[in-house]
């Protein structure tokens, strides 16, 4: 069948029917996550847990100062989101401030082999800091759907931070690439010096951080003990102001919805837009049971994207986890501190996101986002009921290609009838609206031909065939649950990742 070649092999574990199962971005996440699941935790539990532990385990990619969404939905209840994404600060400001916002061009070639035209701009500095969502967003998320004590949630993530954690090949890439941003300050570089020089991060004050959560001497952003520290630093050129933190309100919002030959598909809905350009350019494409077209799914998702796009929508590095429990719910977090602004909120090594380094935030055009709006982002948690009746939850990080690896794996589930880890692996495809097109190999003779067309007829220079599959076309973390309660967790192992499978005698296996 054309377009079936994998240029990735994705980690994968099964476990039989009342098993919980995890996938996501490092074995500290899975661990952690599993660790609650065993002491009776619900996937939202392991989510938050796993969430808190990828601050050390994945540091450039998740933070307490950034933001993010979690679809949750059981066997029988509708699918929620829980938006707790970042705000554009500013309420309150007195007078006309200059926000300090300094520019870094990362090439995606330090990671590897690329194809050309692989270079991205970030932004960082205190002026790039918009108001972080993940600390109240996380708490929220426990408390609507959580069963176990605040402090056995933190506790994995606690021990995790002040015992340090080994980091992979794979998030040392990461490092690797925003390392000039990273070292904008003082603060950043002290806490970031030591995973640079030895691959191990620790992070002490961010224990400090969990207990003080635990304990209830935080209880979110605007808690005198993080909001002093943090506003006391941030008037060395940032944006934020205590009336900033004191409105944030994490959001319940109804997942958009679609359907397709029989499979029902729920994910992140306005204002983010990652979403409704999936659903969009799937409405767009012709079903052709057993067949993945790339040349329409990249004309598709261009189109999608020019019609779905808004101002202040975020497009940069994010992490995913997806979580199974026992009674058959899912969770589907995504979150993301930008690629960091190189500040720290002192006194509790908190890094702090870069969300307002996007160039479509303030343009030219005086259409720009007001103080306490939330932005949006391409981050597209996915909750999918086949059409035989299995249940997954996926995501993925990978900046503005998350909408093209979601499209990709939902085709491959939907239309060419994969199975979860078949989808994950294939190869993808992903273009912006000025081209070129980016494909992974494995693509047939025929496919490649059909990208071409595309790209000619819109005037783009042609596609970009890389050579290996690579972290740029994102990694979607999966579980799902089949008809006959099978558990499944596959872990893209573009994007380092990792499963972990709670068996009903109390068994663990992690891979």
């Known amino acids: 069948m054309p377009g079936m070649s994998a240029p990735a092999t994705p980690v994968r574990l099964q476990g ?21 699941l065993a002491r009776g935790g619900s996937a939202v539990d392991a989510a938050v847990a796993g969430a808190m532990a990828a601050v050390v385990s994945e540091p450039v ?12 939905g059981g066997p029988e209840d509708p699918p ?8 554009v600060p500013g309420q309150g400001l007195v007078g006309d401030a200059v926000p300090d916002v300094r520019t870094v061009i990362v090439d995606f070639a330090r990671t590897g082999t690329a194809a050309g035209n692989s270079e991205q701009v970030f932004h960082g500095g205190w002026g ?22 605040r402090e056995e949630i933190v506790a994995p993530a606690a021990r995790l931070a002040r015992s340090g954690a ?50 209830g001497a935080v209880r979110g952003i605007a808690s005198p003990a993080f909001a002093e520290p943090l506003l006391a630093a941030a008037v060395e050129g940032g944006l934020l102001t205590s009336a900033d933190l004191s409105a944030y309100r994490p959001m319940v919002r109804e997942p958009l919805h679609a359907s397709r030959s029989g499979a029902q598909v729920w994910t992140n809905p306005s204002p983010s837009v990652g979403g409704s350009i999936v659903l969009a350019a799937l409405a767009l494409i012709a079903v052709t049971p057993g067949r993945f077209d790339p040349g329409a799914a990249v004309d598709a998702l261009v189109s999608a994207t020019t019609a779905q796009r808004r101002r202040g929508t975020v497009k940069t590095g994010t992490t995913h986890l997806s ?72 995501g993925t990080g990978g900046s503005e290609r998350i909408r093209s690896a979601v499209l990709s794996v939902l085709l491959r589930l ?8 078949d989808a994950v692996g ?58 006959d309660g099978t558990v499944d967790a596959v872990g893209d192992s573009r994007r380092t990742g990792s499963v972990g499978i709670l068996r009903p005698d109390g068994s663990t296996a992690q891979a």
Do not use: K
């Open 128 to 149: 790039t800091v918009a108001v972080p969502g993940c600390l109240d967003g996380l708490l929220q998320a426990h408390e609507r759907w959580g069963r176990l004590d």
């Open 426 to 483: 294939a190869a993808r495809v992903h273009a912006s609206e000025t081209g070129p097109v980016h494909a992974e190999p494995g693509w047939s003779v025929e496919d490649r031909e059909r990208m071409a067309e595309v790209a000619r007829a819109r005037g783009w220079s042609g596609v970009e065939t890389w050579s290996a599959a690579n972290l740029f076309f994102g990694g979607v973390h999966a579980v799902e649950v089949a008809p």
């Open 61 to 72: 990619l998740a933070s307490l100062g950034g933001g993010g969404f979690v679809l949750v």
């Open 80 to 87: 929620q989101a829980l938006d707790f994404f970042v705000d």
């Open 323 to 394: 979580v199974l429990d026992g009674d058959g719910r899912l969770a589907a977090l995504t979150l993301s501190n930008g690629s960091g602004s190189g500040t720290v909120v002192p006194h509790w090594g908190v890094a702090l996101n870069n969300m307002l380094g996007e160039e479509d935030l303030r343009p030219a055009d005086g259409h720009a986002l007001r103080p306490g709006e939330r932005m949006g982002s391409m981050m597209a948690p996915t909750l999918v009921r086949t059409t035989e009746g299995g249940r997954i939850a996926l």
């Open 166 to 215: 080994e980091i992979s090949t794979g998030q040392r890439v990461f490092l690797h690439l925003v390392t000039d941003l990273l070292n904008l300050t003082e603060d950043s570089r002290a806490i970031f010096a030591e995973v640079e020089r030895t691959g191990r991060y620790r992070n002490d004050a961010y224990g400090g951080l969990l207990d003080a959560v635990a304990s």
């Open 414 to 421: 939907i239309d060419q009838g994969l199975p979860l880890a």
């Open 16 to 36: 039989p029917p009342g098993s919980a199962a995890v996938a996501a971005g490092s074995r500290e996440v899975v661990a952690a996550a599993l660790e609650v």
